[in-house]
């Protein structure tokens, strides 16, 4: 079967917090884009989803099937790729260091006019998703063509074919060998990756360390406020108190009035040392006692319950971050299964076993996505880069050079061109050797290269030159002869003429030699040299 759709798509729906489609609770709220499961139906939001909104909601949800082109790509290439010959464990990409650094903190997918915003972005508005054409300075209404257009126009209008028949072998894959991209950087110290701050909220520029701090004085405060807020129950009269009871003993007696006075010093200042919390003081000890049970009581009301501080148990986080890792080994569900079609890239095949390694038909090589971006980003094997978004453009190949029964024998691959198979192929090539330039005619079969002196129509098998030959997986022409390599790196072709820098296997090139396929513009060539 046939699966179509836009690249998009496929790589947001891959993030971290969509790999799992989790059933769907109208008790609960979803932040925009979110995808559910209900009924055995996936739905994707619209715009963020208050609690309490049925799945029924044409407002709010609509099953992702509808989301989905409606132009047939057609059937893909018929052969997959054999990964039990990859050896993808030795595929180990690079450390990414161009990740973007854009803030992200706001979270929010809904237009906001007075909002700039960096290409590529998207947003929804009224229902509808934009992506941005170039960058948008604040004040640019969603409606204006020349820096929104809606995501669905970018659509493919042309059928593809059908995907490949054959998937390709990853049970020898060793993908659990190769290991992720390095993503350590913590900007703070505090021992926590930026990626996982930003993800539970915190940020990653400030060291969290200073919410212990925090919760340690609070706790403190709290201890001192209970007991000024209820003195009775810790076996304390406030001053207050004292005052009223020493009054109403004054005026029971005018007699005892200095018997009184005497004792009520003496009884003052008994009650002030015996309780010094009474009158606004504290000894020395109870400061130190009330210190140690205010810091006791702080410390344990932020043990008992750490989430309300925005802390984790050390069980807890290393929990977290065993989910986080499961998440990202070979657990994750990829967002489709098999080949699937693209318009920016053309046939890509995956499966949970592989993912989140990707296969190019196009490239013939593999494609590894990263995970946590806010946009997409990906390490392309066959070239030894990491690609941004906007950068993962498809690598164009054009057949530039054909032989006399019509076979490609050499192909432009992006900018470079790529000598191609040349079983079977006649051809002819001129060089200089001293001072002298040279026209020879050459046969290539069975990976073997028969070369005869001169421009010939006819050769025979009793009088020639034999070398065995290789195209590498770069285009590269390799001529192995008494146990020396030499190397054809094609610089240009133009009017069917081929030109290449030669040289040692290993060393730089020490001149250029051209190839034909014509015999006529090779004789051509050959003496407009002489």
């Not at 963020?48 to 909104?53: D, E, I, L, N, R």
């Not at 407002?59 to 893909?76: C, E, H």
């Not at 237009?111 to 941005?132: A, D, M, T």
């Not at 030699?513 to 002489?530: M, R």
């Amino acid at each position: 079967m046939k699966k179509y759709f836009h690249l998009f798509s496929l790589f947001i729906f891959a993030s971290p917090f969509l790999l799992g489609f989790q059933q769907h609770n109208q008790s609960l709220g979803y932040t925009h884009p979110a995808i559910v499961v209900s009924g055995g139906v996936s739905y994707i939001s619209l715009q963020t989803v208050p609690a309490g909104t049925a799945i029924t909601s044409t407002n709010y949800w609509t099953p992702l099937l509808n989301t989905a082109p409606t132009v047939d790509p057609g059937d893909p290439v018929t052969t997959e790729p054999g990964t039990s010959d990859s050896d993808l464990g030795n595929l180990t990409p690079p450390e990414d260091n161009n990740e973007s650094n854009e803030d992200t903190s706001s979270g929010s997918f809904i237009h906001n006019q007075n909002q700039s915003y960096s290409h590529p972005k998207i947003l929804v508005s009224n229902g509808v998703s934009y992506i941005s054409l170039q960058d948008v300075p604040a004040g640019v209404a969603i409606t204006n063509t020349v820096y929104w257009t809606p995501l669905l126009t970018t659509a493919p209008t042309e059928d593809p074919g059908d995907p490949p028949t054959t998937e390709p072998d990853s049970s020898d894959a060793n993908l659990s060998e190769l290991p992720l991209p390095d993503d350590s950087n913590d900007s703070d110290n505090d021992g926590i990756p930026n990626s996982k701050e930003i993800e539970i909220g915190s940020d990653p520029n400030v060291s969290d360390a200073a919410v212990f701090n925090y919760a340690m004085g609070l706790g403190i405060e709290t201890g001192k406020n209970l007991i000024l807020n209820d003195p009775a129950s810790y076996s304390l009269v406030t001053m207050e108190d004292f005052n009223a009871t020493l009054a109403a003993a004054e005026a029971s007696s005018a007699i005892a009035v200095a018997n009184a006075r005497q004792s009520g010093v003496e009884e003052g200042k008994n009650l002030v040392t015996n309780s010094p919390a009474t009158y606004g003081l504290v000894s020395e000890a109870d400061k130190t006692n009330a210190v140690s049970q205010a810091t006791t009581n702080g410390i344990q009301s932020v043990l008992s319950n750490p989430s309300a501080f925005n802390l984790f148990t050390q069980t807890d986080f290393e929990d977290e971050l065993q989910t986080i890792q499961s998440s990202a080994d070979a657990n994750m569900t990829p967002y489709t299964y098999g080949w699937f079609y693209t318009p920016e890239r053309g046939w890509l095949w995956t499966t949970n076993s592989v993912f989140p390694w990707i296969y190019d038909a196009n490239t013939t090589d593999w494609l590894y996505f990263k995970n946590g971006s806010e946009l997409p980003r990906f390490y392309e094997y066959y070239s030894k880069k990491w690609l941004n978004w906007e950068e993962f453009a498809p690598v164009k190949r054009t057949a530039v050079l054909f032989s006399n029964s019509g076979k490609t024998v050499v192909e432009k691959v992006g900018s470079t061109y790529h000598y191609l198979d040349l079983e079977g192929v006649s051809s002819w090539s001129v060089f200089k050797v001293g001072e002298t330039w040279q026209i020879n005619t050459d046969y290539h079969e069975n990976g073997k290269a028969y070369s005869w002196e001169g421009a010939l129509d006819e050769y025979s098998f009793d009088d020639f030159t034999l070398s065995s030959y290789e195209i590498t997986e770069e285009g590269v022409y390799l001529l192995h002869s008494n146990n020396i390599s030499t190397f054809y790196e094609i610089e240009s072709v133009e009017g069917g003429i081929v030109t290449s820098n030669y040289g040692l296997t290993g060393q730089d090139p020490i001149a250029k030699s051209y190839f034909f396929t014509d015999q006529a513009k090779a004789i051509e060539f050959y003496q407009s040299k002489l």
